[in-house]
């Protein structure tokens, strides 16, 4: 019942969350002018895209961009980053290997809900 719930909450995802969820597999060259430091995210991916996703994870853990990331430079990468990277290809694992042929999709939400360590 409590996963139920918890699966349902990471049913509510928006198209940018897709995208970096699951369903790019192709990843095409970085723009001269977008998001400079993706490994994780397609080089495609717009700054707004970035940003609103940016933005959801902040939610999802409950803190500020500065959790992350070094203010002056969103590109570089610090620790928390790359802890980031890990579960941001964590819950794409989830999404596309087991979930792919279900309704359901898991995001940062689905287990942090506003917390940075998850509690039972
Ligand atoms: C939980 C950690 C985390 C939080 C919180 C976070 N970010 Fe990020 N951010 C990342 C990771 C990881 C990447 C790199 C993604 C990749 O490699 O595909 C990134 C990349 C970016 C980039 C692209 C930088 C570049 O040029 O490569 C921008 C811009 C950015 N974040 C802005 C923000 C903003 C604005 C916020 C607050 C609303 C925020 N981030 C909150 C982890 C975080
Ligand atoms: C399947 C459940 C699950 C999902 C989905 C998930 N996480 Fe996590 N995350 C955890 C757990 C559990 C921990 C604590 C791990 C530990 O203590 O070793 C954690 C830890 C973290 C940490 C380290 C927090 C700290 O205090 O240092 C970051 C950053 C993080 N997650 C980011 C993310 C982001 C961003 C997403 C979405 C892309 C995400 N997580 C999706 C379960 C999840």
Do not use: W
Not at 21 to 49: C, I, M, R, W
Not at 76 to 100: C, F, G, Q, V, Y
């Amino acid at each position: 019942m409590r996963m139920r719930k918890k699966i349902l909450l990471g049913t509510v995802v928006s198209a940018t969350l897709a995208l970096a969820y699951g369903f790019v597999v192709h990843q095409p060259p970085a723009q001269a002018d977008g998001p400079k430091n993706l490994q994780v995210l397609p080089g495609s991916t717009s700054e707004d895209e970035v940003r609103q996703l940016m933005q959801e994870m902040s939610r999802a853990l409950g803190e500020a961009c500065d959790f992350c990331h070094d203010d002056d430079n969103m590109a570089k990468d610090t620790p928390k980053k790359e802890e980031a990277r890990d579960m941001m290809r964590m819950t794409r694992a989830i999404n596309n290997r087991h979930l792919s042929d279900s309704n359901s999709e898991v995001t940062c939400m689905t287990c942090h809900r506003g917390e940075t360590t998850p509690t039972q």
